[in-house]
């Protein structure tokens, strides 16, 4: 065969990728389980048909590739990944490279880096089904010399921000996973944040879903801007098809979710760097869904929340603080896996990577890899440009928790976020009380400010 690459999984993420390789001029074989969801993509293929071989069996699919192959895995994160490959690897030479495109956990992707006996690729892909169709952001991991052999595909099917492709390779083994695990640990707090502010103008400014859409839109275009915020301006704006009411009073307020935020919030503990507004955004979903408790609570103490007058501006700029605290947590998450595991991951080059495509790409990137950049190692919330915007907004996050809490608003990303703030510029805390009690009850040690370690209070005997 003679087709550049081969794509199996054409799912709506798969399909999209697939459309976009062909489109980028690149020969692409497809495969997919249900034989009929490969007819229907060929079928819809348009214009792009020349470039695409359908296949209908995996041997058919290999046979259509150009060796060495190179195969992208697009199948749903997990079992179904190890399956593909066990399927692939009889039909395959020992230097065909297998590339998951998928949201494996990047720890799977370490393993089947390591086991598969293939090479092996794991990259994260994010942009959802538009971005993969015309651009996503792109987050390599594995061998320098397996990327370079798919690196001007990745190139070419990525976004651009001005003219720089949004793909990169992070680093060895499951890097790439990893990275796209943070971000969307990111995009998970960051979602949270916004609908916590959503939540006190519709209950606390009692606003009309769409008046709120325009809070939102006139915030796209100021230091706020970003794709999320975009989004729910068209969220809040958008209307049921069928009753025409408002869509946001018809959707359910139990959200879903497929686990790389958990993922994000577990692996954040093990590798102790918190990412407290990450694991309150994922502990708000998972409370979301407890639809009847909630109901039950309000019947017991009455609903919650209260009105009260809010000055949008101060949203604003508590919302901007926020941000910047999401972002902070990720990328010192990130820097953490160098000692973890080695990973020498360029921390501008992440950020540089998330300015187009992806789903927290945001006008703020583009100043979080200038100051990565120059301020190597610090966390962002001290360099000197977010330091300044924090100095100018942290004030705003506290009175909006402030008045949020006095009136029985649920915020708990953004309290987290400030909490975070106000624990990482407390240089005196409370944990000599920790200190002090571990050592009475388990004779644990502590260290004395002169500088001893192993030292005991009062109740050490002999
Ligand atoms: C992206 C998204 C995408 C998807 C995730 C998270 O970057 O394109 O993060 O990967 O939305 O699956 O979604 P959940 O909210 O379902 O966990």
Same mark, same amino acid.
């Given at each position: ?8 999984? %054409?799912?709506?993420?798969? *399909? #999209? !990728? /697939?459309?976009?390789? @062909? ?5 692409? $074989? ?27 069996? %995996?041997?058919?699919?290999? *046979? #259509? !590739? /150009?060796?060495?192959? @190179? ?5 749903? $994160? ?35 880096? /390591? ?83 959503y939540?006190?103008l519709r209950?606390?400014a009692g606003m009309e879903a769409e008046a709120i859409g325009d809070v939102f839109a006139a ?14 301006a068209?969220?809040s704006r ?8 408002p869509?946001l ?63 949008q ?150």
């Open positions: 065969g003679d087709a550049r690459i081969g794509l199996i999984g %054409l799912g709506t993420m798969g *399909a #999209a !990728l /697939a459309s976009n390789i @062909a489109e980028k001029g690149f020969d692409i $074989a497809v495969f997919n389980r249900t034989t009929q969801v490969t007819r229907d993509f060929a079928a819809g293929a348009g214009e792009l048909a020349p470039k695409i071989t359908p296949t209908e069996t %995996l041997e058919a699919f290999v *046979a #259509a !590739l /150009a060796t060495p192959r @190179a195969i992208i895995l697009m199948v749903p $994160a997990g079992d179904a990944v190890d399956q593909q490959i066990a399927a692939l690897k009889p039909l395959l030479d020992p230097d065909d490279l297998i590339i998951d495109c998928g949201n494996a956990l990047f720890h799977d992707t370490d393993r089947r880096a /390591a086991e598969c006996g293939q090479p092996f690729l794991g990259v994260g892909v994010s942009g959802g089904e538009e971005g993969a169709r015309h651009g996503p952001s792109i987050m390599g991991g594995g061998g320098p010399e397996l990327w370079d052999r798919v690196e001007d595909i990745m190139l070419a099917i990525s976004a651009k921000h001005e003219g720089e492709p949004c793909a990169a390779l992070m680093g060895p083994g499951g890097a790439g996973h990893f990275v796209k695990m943070v971000h969307n640990g990111i995009e998970y707090a960051d979602m949270q944040m916004i609908a916590e502010i939540g006190l209950d606390g915030w796209d275009e100021g230091p706020l801007k970003s794709y999320l915020i975009e989004i729910t068209k969220v958008a209307r049921d098809a069928e009753s025409g009411a869509l009073s018809v959707i359910v307020d139990a959200a879903g979710q497929k686990g790389t935020g958990r993922w994000t919030a577990i692996e954040s503990q093990h590798l102790l760097t918190p990412v407290p507004a990450i694991e309150a955004a994922v502990v708000a979903r998972n409370l979301s869904s407890r639809r009847e408790e909630r109901a039950a609570g309000e019947a017991i103490f009455g609903a919650a929340p209260q009105p009260f007058e809010i000055d501006g101060l949203l604003e700029r508590a919302l901007i603080a926020g941000k910047v605290l999401c972002y902070a947590q990720g990328f010192v998450m990130i820097a953490a896996t160098r000692e973890a595991k080695g990973w020498e991951i360029d921390l501008p080059q992440v950020a540089r990577i998330w300015r187009e495509g992806c789903i927290i790409r945001s006008a703020m990137l583009d100043d979080m890899a200038a100051a990565l950049a120059d301020h190597p190692g610090e966390n962002l919330m001290r360099t000197p440009h977010f330091a300044a915007l924090l100095k100018g907004s942290h004030g705003a996050l506290r009175q909006v928790v402030a008045q949020a809490s006095l009136n029985g608003h649920p915020v708990p990303a953004l309290s987290s976020g400030l909490a975070y703030f106000d624990t990482m510029r407390t240089g005196r805390g409370t944990a000599n009380v920790i200190q002090g009690q571990r050592d009475f009850f388990g004779l644990h040690g502590f260290e004395h400010v002169n500088g001893k370690t192993g030292q005991h209070g009062p109740w050490a005997k002999g």
